[in-house]
């Protein structure tokens, strides 16, 4: 059996009692270590579930999934993700190869950010498409995820902004000359992808624009969601890129048509309420 066991979004003690149950019995548990890290380290997994773990990287998963799932029909093999199981397309792949070899899984579901940011007091049924907001580079600095933050304020939706992270990756040089040579793990803050937007939205008005979202949107910050240090912020994208969140990970949210009371959970965490009072966009039904 291969078992997908969804980790929650704090510390070690976060698994359910039923993923404890199959992680512990398991012969092989393998450390999803790409798409998201939990506030305590590789260690403090191990000390608490009382298994050796062994660090999943994108490379392993993506292009060696078969030496993940060996020997996983005649015994027990788990892979561990930080939040829910299914937070990232890569875990239907594996999925669907292990039922392609015959071997049966099971999922064990956990809190991911997909439904933890509703600690905010924004409603998660008024959230629209989650988008990720990437890295730019001197040479690449896309905007698509800026025009589905557009299009969900458009339908008076919320948007989930998934911030970027690199871990493992290399530099265009190393993966050229084939060094297997990583860049320092790099972790997107609240305030990277508030400045990203508003060059955005600056980039927009030269080009004759007005812009659905400005300075002036109603965003949250959240960090380290479900740890005991978590962080909120709420204010203007302005604030946003100011704001000081501290240590990864990070997540953004773009505010859409606001109920009376998701502006009042809001005003919990403001920065400075001055932001709100200038807030239009309300619903009031």
């Not at 788990?78 to 039922?99: C, E």
């Not at 790099?186 to 990277?192: E, K």
């Not at 890129?241 to 109920?259: C, F, K, Y």
Request: glycine letters at 8%.
């Amino acid at each position: 059996m291969l078992y997908l066991v969804g980790l929650g979004l704090g510390d070690a003690k976060d698994i359910t009692v039923k993923g404890l149950e199959a992680v512990r019995r398991c012969r092989r548990v393998y450390l999803e270590a790409y798409t998201s890290v939990l506030t305590v380290g590789k260690q403090a997994l191990e000390e608490f579930y009382g298994k050796e773990l062994i660090l999943a990287d994108r490379e392993m998963v993506e292009q060696e999934a078969d030496s993940l799932l060996k020997d996983a029909d005649v015994c027990d093999v788990a892979f561990l993700v930080v939040g829910d199981p299914f937070g990232a397309t890569t875990h239907s792949d594996l999925v669907l190869r292990a039922v392609k070899l015959g071997i049966p899984y099971k999922v064990i579901h956990n809190a991911s950010i997909m439904n933890a940011v509703g600690c905010c007091g924004l409603q998660l049924y008024n959230f629209g498409e989650t988008v990720s907001i990437v890295f730019w580079t001197d040479t690449w600095k896309p905007e698509s995820f800026f025009d589905k933050i557009e299009k969900n304020r458009q339908n008076g939706m919320h948007t989930l902004c998934l911030l970027d992270i690199k871990v493992k990756e290399q530099s265009l040089e190393n993966l050229m000359k084939g060094r297997k040579i990583y860049e320092p793990p790099r972790y997107m803050s609240v305030n990277q992808a508030a400045e990203q937007l508003l060059a955005i939205i600056q980039n927009r008005r030269l080009q004759g624009e007005k812009p659905e979202i400005t300075e002036n949107t109603i965003c949250v910050g959240l960090a380290r969601v479900g740890a005991l240090d978590e962080k909120i912020a709420s204010g203007t994208l302005q604030q946003m890129s100011t704001v000081e969140l501290g240590a990864p990970l990070h997540s953004l949210i773009v505010t859409g048509t606001m109920h009376p009371l998701e502006l009042e959970m809001l005003k919990l965490f403001s920065v400075d309420g001055s932001g709100f009072e200038n807030n239009a966009c309300q619903r009031t039904t």
